[in-house]
Every structure is written in C-alpha cells, then in structure tokens.
C-alpha cells in the first residue's frame, strides 16, 4: 500500500497524478493520513479513476460541487470518475487516517463497449447526480461492503492469483453499491455544464498561477462571462476566483519551501504573491507559521 502525501497533476489536463497506475493493471491502494498534510486537507482534484476509501480513523468532510459529506470512522464510500472532490479532515484533535482503493473502471468492465460496462458500470460513471455513493455501518448491505473494502486490502501483491481475486473482491462491492444506488438512479438528473467550465478554469489557473491573472482572463479560459465566473466558482467550489487563486499559490509555495532551498523572495515571486513581506503576511495566516519555519518543519518531508 503507498502512502500519498500529496497531490500532483498531469501536464495539459491537469487531473490528479496517481503514482505506479499501470496501464496493464490501473489500480493503487494507498493509506492517507492527513497529518501529513498542511492544514490537514486535500485539495480540489479530479482524476477518471474511481476511489473507494475506508476511514480507518478520525472523521473526513468530502466536498463536491454538490455539497459536502461527513465520514466518521468506521464508514466509506466511492467517489465517482472525473467527479471534482476535496477533502479535510473533521477535527484537529483527531488522528485522521483513511485507506483508498483508486482504480480505474475499465479493471471492471474488460474491452469498451463490454456488457459489463454497459449493464454495470456507464451507468454510474455517467450519472451527474451520482458524485459520491456513502457507506455508513448499521445497515446489513452496508456493513458487508464496508467489510469488503477492508478485505480488499488484505490481498498481497504477492498471491498467488493476486490481480484476478483483486478484480472478483472489487468487482462484488461494485455490484453492491451498484444495486444500493438504484433509487438514486432511477431518479435521473441533468449534467450541470458548469462541472466543465470549472475544470477549464484550474487548468488555466494551474499552467498560469505564477503570472497576474485578471478575472477576465480566467473567464474567457473557459468562455464566459466575468460574471458567470464568479458564479461558477461559487456554485461548484463555494469560494470566489481570487480566493481560489491565492490558496493554490500557496499550496505551490508549500510544495517549493519543502523542496528546495530558494530564498523566500524568489519563490513568492515564483508563485505570483509578490512581495515578500505580502507574501509573509498571507502565508502565516494561510500555515500558521512563518515562510522558514514551514521549511524547518517540512524539509525533505516528502509531503
């Protein structure tokens, strides 16, 4: 199991980076432990991988552009592909630990165009109302998934026969939260093109986050209106443009602190905060620390 501690994106679409997903066998289980995270979050990201976690400690919010979700210990859930997700951890007092099956559907479903994919999976992965299927304990179908997602983990890498009882253990909690999901699909909903329009936008801000980005620009990133962008980024993130903007020149400053060893005026330059003592001013409220104690702290931390 590998332990993820931070989040990396692809170059061009920008969705979240999964380390050691092999073609031939798209699928990681990672234990992530928010400790290790400043602010103890993860930030918003997307990737056509679907991810089945377990919370193991403490509790997790999940946030989509359709709300938020709270998972307590001993609960889970499925996140569905390219859905646009954050998550924080619930409490600072608690030690917040999760386990996470990410794979991607075609481990499932075998050739496009399968009866698999057709009959079990598309209708999930194509369902915009479906953004996260929770798993909560007491119920008796929900305490057997959650069971399974467990299991899974068991399996070792080196079984005999450890990719197709993998696939047989996954593919049943599939078919599980597949059947607990039927009410929920029988309703139907409409795809919300803004879902589209946002992920345009953080591309843009992600290639061009160490430049000065005026809304108008942003805007035009993804074909709309400077208004409409305001609404965008409020319907789906809950936040403005300028805020999002400034928290991921922050989390990119983060990551350079940790990193390497440029001054603090060279990477508040290099993230597009400006000044250094601007930079100073935002990053302590931002880390609760100053720019050089974070380093202290996070050098070579792998986070």
Known sequence: MRNIRRIEFHTG?????????????PYIASDVDLNN????????????????????????????PGGKMLFPAG??????????????????????????HIFDPSLLAGEPGSRIEKKYIL???TAPQIEIIPVYPGDVKQDTILKLILEAFQISEQDFGYEMELRQI?????????????????????????????????????????????????????YLSERECFRVFHDCLHMTPTEYMKSYRLQMACQMLARGQEPVTV???????????????????????????????????DI
């Open 267 to 301: 990477i508040s330059q290099a993230c597009g905060l400006g000044s250094s003592s601007y930079f100073g001013k935002v990053f302590r409220e931002y880390a609760n620390c100053t720019p050089l104690e974070y380093r202290a702290r996070w050098q070579d931390s």
């Open 75 to 100: 609960s889970g859930g499925l996140v569905n592909s390219n859905v646009l997700h954050m998550t924080r951890a619930a409490s600072k007092a608690e030690h917040n630990r999760s386990f996470l």
């Open 123 to 125: 209708p999930i992965m």
């Open 170 to 222: 996954l593919s049943r909690i599939w078919l599980m939260l597949f059947e607990l999901s039927q009410p929920v699909l029988e309703k139907g909903g409409e795809y919300n093109k803004s879902n589209d329009k946002i992920k345009l936008m953080l591309v843009y801000i992600h290639e061009h986050y160490s430049e000065k980005i005026s809304v108008s620009e942003l805007a035009a990133a993804a």
């Open 13 to 25: 679409s920008k969705e979240e980076l999964l380390p050691d997903f092999a073609g031939d066998f």
């Open 37 to 64: 995270y400043i602010g103890r979050f993860v930030p918003w990201h997307w990737h056509r991988a679907v991810e089945l976690f377990y919370m193991e400690s403490g509790s997790i919010e999940y946030s989509t």
